[in-house]
């Protein structure tokens, strides 16, 4: 019996989030999930807008905009 992973390299990612509570029951959840691969959860209002975001993405959104302002920029 062989072993299909042998030659095959193995990246594991450890995935990191973060979340920040904003007004009331408001939150923006960032998750890793691959190296240059973000998830973005915002919630306002009850409602959930999920995003997949390149790291440069991502990057450029926290340039551009203080978490005050998202609200405002998704609507």
Same mark, same amino acid.
């Given at each position: 019996?062989?072993?299909?992973?042998?030659?095959?390299?193995?990246?594991?990612?450890?995935?990191?989030? $973060?979340?920040?509570? *904003? =007004? +009331?029951?408001? %939150?923006?959840?960032?998750?890793?999930? /691959? !190296?240059?691969?973000?998830? $973005?959860?915002?919630? *306002? =209002? +009850?409602?959930? %807008?999920?995003?997949?975001?390149?790291? /440069? !993405?991502?990057?450029?959104?926290?340039?551009?905009?203080?978490? +005050?302002?998202?609200?405002?920029?998704?609507?």
């Amino acid at each position: 019996m062989s072993d299909d992973t042998d030659g095959m390299e193995k990246q594991v990612i450890k995935m990191k989030s $973060v979340n920040f509570q *904003l =007004d +009331g029951m408001d %939150s923006i959840e960032i998750t890793q999930l /691959e !190296e240059h691969l973000f998830e $973005v959860r915002l919630v *306002l =209002d +009850g409602k959930i %807008s999920m995003q997949y975001m390149s790291k /440069e !993405e991502l990057g450029q959104l926290g340039a551009t905009f203080q978490i +005050g302002n998202i609200k405002s920029y998704l609507e």
